[in-house]
């Protein structure tokens, strides 16, 4: 199913699916592949990364009006080496030195990261993405590959960690927002469940597959799920491999809302010519949601409630009018928010929302107009008529 359309006199409304960007494995500093050598699964990349790379991103979220999701591994941004005392953190425990990747780009673009919030979020994606046992890589660093959950003090530690990182660099507070190294997670045991010690740091998202995870219990939906005030959504497969570089473009028909790639994909090995590959991405997704079906999602929470509405909401005609029925959506603040609605009119009638307040309104070609309805308080019936009262 792409896009949810209903016509009504001579009208088309679509309940659109969100595509929203989430770009893993950036801040390695190292681009090689290290796996083969006991070390993580990097980037695959031919050279060192660079500012130039994080340029890359903002063109591209500038390009989409989105504010992209950046999944980031932050074990090379390590100042002190405390990295040593975290077990399992690193491949050379307690010798552990990062003095390699110890230098000015790591406050310039700690600073180039502060100054462009506006285009790039951070999301936990790991410290240094596996977990090393006795001196050995495993994957990955929260779960193992059947979907076991490390120890919850490993856990929490690796998760402590991660914020000295961020602090370490001036990068902010705990993100709201986590990307499970190699997608290997678990779900549905609550109280000793993965969420509920991620939600103990302030994270409200996850973005994982379900098909990879350890599930306890079913998820609500298939592509969406809850679980300790925490939202889930099926992060689908990425369209390219992990380790391609300067990929062309091209999505995945999986219904998934969320485009997952990694960093190697969107750059070219002269980081000079990154914009090539980017912009060659922007142009792509900017066709594919200029019609009805699809709406490019300006930021993370909008994803996740645009996803909820086109999951789980009753999308139906009852006399003469469109309703959106919103009674099967959990009251969650990470599912509450406004909600698009594309209508192609080619009369310009007059529609008017009984149950929503239309907070913000765009208008593309052919005769679509993008209406974002945000639901009154208790609402949780948005009607579109051509009437003022029903």
């Known amino acids: 199913m792409n896009g949810r359309r209903l016509a009504l006199s001579g009208a088309v409304f679509s309940l659109p699916q969100p595509i929203f960007l989430v770009i893993e494995d950036v801040g390695w500093w190292q ?97 240094c993405h596996e977990f090393w046992q006795d001196g050995q890589m495993h994957r990955t660093e929260f779960h193992d590959a059947s979907g076991q959950m490390r120890p919850e003090a490993v856990v929490r530690r690796h998760l402590e960690a991660y914020a000295t990182l961020l602090s ?35 994270i409200d998202y996850v973005a994982t597959r379900f098909s990879k995870a350890r599930l306890y219990a079913k998820p609500q939906h298939p592509r969406l799920a809850w679980e300790c005030g925490i939202g889930l959504v099926e992060r689908g497969l990425s369209p390219v491999n992990w380790d391609v570089a300067a990929a062309p473009p091209r999505l995945c028909d999986d219904n998934s809302p969320i485009l997952a790639l990694h960093w190697a994909n969107l750059l070219h090995p002269d980081a000079e ?98 209406r974002y309805l945000l639901p009154e308080p208790r609402s949780t019936k948005i009607v579109i008529s051509r009437n003022h009262h029903r």
């Open 168 to 202: 370490q660099n001036g990068l902010g507070g705990f993100p709201r927002f986590f990307i499970p190294p190699a997608l290997y997670h678990s779900f549905g045991n609550g109280r000793e469940s993965m969420q509920a010690i991620l939600k103990s740091f302030g």
């Open 273 to 370: 010519r990154n914009h090539e590959v980017v912009d060659a991405w922007a142009d792509m997704l900017a066709t594919k949601a200029a019609g009805l079906d699809f709406i490019l999602a300006e930021e993370l929470a909008a994803c996740w409630c645009q996803a909820a509405a086109y999951f789980l909401a009753d999308f139906r005609k009852e006399s003469n009018s469109i309703v959106i029925d919103l009674g099967a959506i959990p009251t969650l603040p990470c599912f509450t928010g406004a909600i698009a609605l594309k209508i192609r009119d080619e009369q310009s009638q007059t529609w008017h929302v009984h149950g929503a307040n239309v907070v913000g309104q765009t208008t593309g070609e052919d005769s679509t107009t993008t």
């Open 31 to 127: 681009g090689y592949d290290g796996a083969a050598q006991n070390e993580p699964f990097r980037t695959g990349f031919c050279r060192r990364h660079c500012l130039d790379d994080y340029r890359a991103l903002t063109r591209l979220a500038r390009r989409l009006s989105m504010r992209l999701a950046i999944g980031l591994v932050l074990g090379e941004w390590d100042r002190t080496n405390f990295l040593k005392d975290v077990q399992g953190a690193t491949w050379m425990g307690t010798a552990w030195d990062n003095s390699i990747n110890q230098g000015p780009w790591l406050d310039e673009t700690a600073q180039y990261l502060n100054d462009h919030r506006q285009f790039l979020e951070i999301a936990l994606h790991g410290i």
